[in-house]
């Protein structure tokens, strides 16, 4: 009986240590990198959005999520996949500025979260708003 019993706990002490070793290996770490971060619209006129991809790939060896893309201001706006990116995946986070009663350069930072490396990437960009 005490032979049963402590071969049963040797193998619940045996899954236990090789049980969180397996699960680290199979979720790998996930690894953003941009193709670009900085893009010049130059000179747009102010009666539309303009828009921009910045195009990304997963690098690493797990799952890549973009946990959220947030703008400095109202006038820009983010829009990124909510699927998780697969390794060696592209995906793409659309950028909108409106221009709109904005004449004038701006330059405006979008920073990117995820549960990867890095946990925050920072994209930008830039341009002319030509008066009308």
């Not at 990124?80 to 500025?97: C, T």
């Not at 920073?111 to 002319?128: E, F, H, L, W, Y």
Request: some cysteine.
């Amino acid at each position: 009986m005490k032979k049963i019993l402590f071969l049963t706990l040797l193998c619940l002490v045996a899954a236990a240590i090789t049980l969180p070793a397996k699960k680290k290996k199979a979720e790998g770490t996930p690894s953003i990198k941009f193709t670009e971060t900085v893009w010049d619209f130059g000179n747009i006129k102010n009666d539309r959005p303009a828009t921009h991809d910045f195009e990304f790939i997963n690098q690493g060896d797990g799952n890549l999520y973009i946990v959220e893309a947030t703008a400095e201001c109202g006038c820009t706006r983010p829009e990124w996949p909510e699927k998780p990116i697969a390794p060696g995946k592209k995906g793409k986070i659309k950028v909108s500025y409106n221009p709109i009663g904005r004449p004038g350069s701006f330059e405006k930072t979008i920073t990117v979260k995820t549960n990867g490396s890095p946990k925050k990437a920072r994209v930008k960009i830039r341009g002319v708003v030509l008066p009308n």
